[in-house]
């Protein structure tokens, strides 16, 4: 499931199951419409959780599925149920797979058809995410394991991780390389802390890590605005900053201000401060670039320094390589559209995101790696569904290596943030090009045997490696024969709570005296679920017995919830 590129010779297509962790859904947008679809899959084994304001009937063949997760600490505002009451999740779903919907526009503004990447596809939504955007790591794992479970093929992940940890320490790291060894793709934004080198998140290489460009027809929304100093700070009166305009002169007036910092909360001062209207403009480092913003508490006029941008371009916004944990492995690992995104919007949330604005519209317009990620998560989806076989490193590869590095001029690709020409550690392979992925001609194929070879240059430790994989664990013991003569020892187990230990061989023959045989432990563990940050462990003991003697040992099995 997820949003649709308007290629013909994909829309006839109909594609897998697309789940999308993020704020949940408002399922009577139209988006979510049914027209044209055939019956659910049969592989399909999710289900629509009912809750607040939500019940099963607000599932169809479009919405396959919808859960909600809210065992995290923080403290559950908004709907108790996957119903959506902050917008985030309603516009990435939307994106990645939504219905074909006439006269769309968010206020009167970039009208049109709005549709999905792959518009044919399933969506299922995960809400994990609770107003303002709590977002808990219990929650999140346990929305992985259940779309798994619930056989989903690609995962749209427009949240955001600022903090990076190695990915042993890293419970959604090691969440994705469950998704990537049970056939999922996972595509994920790479964050908004751009242009700063080295802000990229969502970096392991089991995942797709998403940019965001400008695309090459942009938004730009006629409203009026302005700026206006007070005389007390010329540079924060220019910026608008509350309690630095000056009532008397503001009152009636259209207020020009200068973009930077909270650009919403720009609007209520200029309101507060009696005036009519407001300017916003770019200057310095914001470039030519223009987003679009609802801010319309007051007419407001958004407008770009003069001069024509090439497109597309490296959004200033979009996070950065080189990867702070494995910088030899480039991130992030494409670019897809980015700004000015129109997409469905609930009527609970707020368009500007203020508690000011309370006016309700069906679509609204963002910009963000988290509305290029479902873009990603679109593209995949319609390569699973022109090649049902192909595993998400193939999906992968096909979207990387033919991916480009040129604008609309043939020129290289630009950083919006300063105008120079941008290297991969911004764009990663290129900007998608969901045609030409269509037939790669060749793919790199990694396995899971692949990235655990990664995991071991990387110096992970066995130890560390079993905590990513959740695969057994084993280790070799070597036992000596201290006495005259020939034995003959069997083996005896009794295994830890919720453990399995297996060892071969099962049976040691000795022939003589100091001589050494190895045997191999193996332990495969359930989980057994410590409290959060906490350990458990569990014992057991492996005992060979040869009639005379029995040598016996313990075994330990620690499990950490990180």
């Known amino acids: 499931m997820i949003s649709s590129l308007q290629h013909s010779l994909m829309l006839s297509l109909e594609y897998g199951s697309e789940r999308v962790l993020d704020t949940g859904?408002?399922?009577?947008?139209?988006?979510?419409?049914?027209?044209?679809?055939?019956?659910?899959?049969?592989?399909?084994?999710?289900?629509?959780?009912?809750?607040?304001?939500?019940?099963?009937?607000?599932?169809?063949?479009?919405?396959?599925?919808?859960?909600?997760?809210?065992?995290?600490?923080?403290?559950?505002?908004?709907?108790?149920?996957p119903r959506d009451s902050e917008g985030h999740g309603?516009?990435?779903?939307?994106?990645?797979?939504?219905?074909?919907?006439?006269?769309?526009?968010?206020?009167?503004?970039?009208?049109?058809?709005?549709?999905?990447?792959?518009?044919?596809?399933?969506?299922?939504?995960?809400?994990?995410?609770?107003?303002?955007?709590?977002?808990?790591?219990?929650?999140?794992?346990?929305?992985?394991?259940?779309?798994?479970?619930?056989g989903v093929d690609i995962i749209s992940f427009s949240i955001g991780i600022d903090v990076v940890y190695p990915y042993h320490y890293d419970p959604i790291a090691i969440a994705q390389f469950g998704a990537m060894e049970h056939?999922?793709?996972?595509?994920?934004?790479?964050?908004?802390?751009?242009?700063?080198?080295?802000?990229v998140a969502n970096i392991p290489p089991w995942i797709v890590t998403v940019g965001a460009e400008l695309p090459k027809k942009r938004f730009f929304p006629l409203v009026y605005a302005g700026n206006l100093p007070n005389g007390i700070r010329i540079s924060d009166a220019a910026l608008c900053l509350p309690g630095h305009l000056n009532s008397k002169l503001v009152k009636g007036k259209i207020v020009v201000c200068e973009r930077g910092g909270n650009d919403a909360l720009k609007v209520e001062v200029v309101k507060n401060a009696s005036g009519v209207g407001m300017v916003l403009?770019?200057?310095?480092?914001?470039?030519?670039?223009?987003?679009?913003?609802?801010?319309?508490?007051?007419?407001?006029?958004?407008?770009?320094?003069?001069?024509?941008?090439?497109?597309?371009?490296?959004?200033?916004?979009?996070?950065?390589?080189?990867?702070?944990?494995?910088?030899?492995?480039?991130?992030?690992?494409?670019?897809?559209?980015?700004?000015?995104?129109?997409?469905?919007?609930?009527?609970?949330?707020?368009?500007?995101?203020?508690?000011?604005?309370?006016?309700?519209?069906?679509?609204?317009?963002l910009s963000g790696t988290s509305m290029s990620c479902p873009h990603i998560s679109g593209v995949a989806a319609l390569l699973k569904g022109a090649?049902?076989?192909?595993?998400?490193?193939?999906?992968?590869?096909?979207?990387?290596?033919?991916?480009?590095?040129?604008?609309?001029?043939?020129?290289?690709?630009?950083?919006?943030?300063?105008?120079?020409?941008?290297?991969?550690?911004?764009?990663?392979?290129?900007?998608?090009?969901?045609?030409?992925?269509?037939?790669?001609?060749l793919v790199y194929d990694l396995t899971t045997e692949d990235y655990i070879d990664f995991l071991c240059a990387s110096n992970y430790s066995q130890k560390d490696i079993a905590v990513i994989t959740s695969r057994p664990v084993n280790f070799t013991r070597t036992a000596t024969q201290v006495y005259e003569g020939p034995s003959s020892y069997t083996l005896k187990i009794e295994n830890p709570s919720h453990v399995l230990l297996t060892v071969d061989p099962p049976v040691l023959e000795f022939s003589e005296k100091d001589q050494k045989v190895s045997y191999v432990v193996t332990i495969?563990?359930?989980?057994?679920?410590?409290?959060?940050?906490?350990?458990?462990?569990?014992?057991?003991?492996?005992?060979?017995?040869?009639?005379?003697?029995?040598v016996s040992m313990p075994v330990a099995v620690t499990q950490i919830n990180v």
């Not at 019956?39 to 859960?67: D, M, Y």
């Not at 056939?183 to 802000?199: E, I, M, R, T, Y």
């Not at 906490?534 to 009639?547: E, H, K, L, N, P």
């Open 281 to 365: 403009a770019n200057v310095g480092k914001f470039g030519e670039s223009v987003e679009a913003d609802a801010t319309d508490l007051l007419p407001t006029l958004a407008i770009p320094e003069l001069n024509v941008q090439p497109a597309p371009m490296v959004s200033i916004f979009s996070s950065r390589g080189p990867n702070r944990i494995s910088d030899y492995v480039i991130k992030p690992d494409l670019v897809a559209p980015g700004a000015d995104i129109l997409a469905a919007w609930p009527d609970d949330g707020s368009p500007a995101m203020s508690r000011w604005h309370t006016r309700a519209t069906e679509f609204n317009i």
């Open 90 to 150: 309603t516009h990435t779903s939307s994106t990645a797979a939504g219905s074909a919907v006439v006269n769309a526009s968010m206020c009167g503004y970039a009208p049109g058809t709005a549709t999905g990447i792959a518009p044919k596809s399933r969506i299922a939504v995960y809400k994990v995410c609770w107003p303002i955007y709590l977002c808990d790591s219990v929650d999140i794992v346990a929305a992985y394991d259940k779309a798994i479970e619930d």
């Open 183 to 199: 056939n999922v793709l996972v595509s994920a934004s790479g964050g908004n802390n751009g242009p700063s080198l080295g802000s």
């Open 387 to 441: 090649h049902h076989g192909w595993s998400p490193s193939r999906i992968k590869s096909a979207m990387m290596t033919t991916s480009y590095v040129v604008d609309n001029a043939g020129n290289p690709l630009l950083d919006e943030s300063a105008y120079n020409v941008s290297t991969p550690w911004h764009y990663g392979s290129g900007h998608v090009d969901p045609e030409k992925a269509l037939d790669p001609g």
């Open 25 to 81: 859904v408002w399922p009577e947008r139209q988006s979510y419409n049914d027209i044209g679809l055939s019956s659910v899959p049969s592989h399909w084994k999710g289900e629509c959780s009912e809750g607040q304001n939500f019940t099963k009937e607000h599932c169809n063949r479009k919405l396959v599925g919808a859960r909600f997760f809210s065992k995290g600490p923080d403290k559950i505002l908004g709907y108790d149920s």
């Open 524 to 550: 495969s563990a359930e989980k057994f679920a410590p409290p959060a940050n906490m350990s458990a462990t569990v014992f057991g003991r492996i005992t060979w017995q040869d009639g005379i003697h029995n």
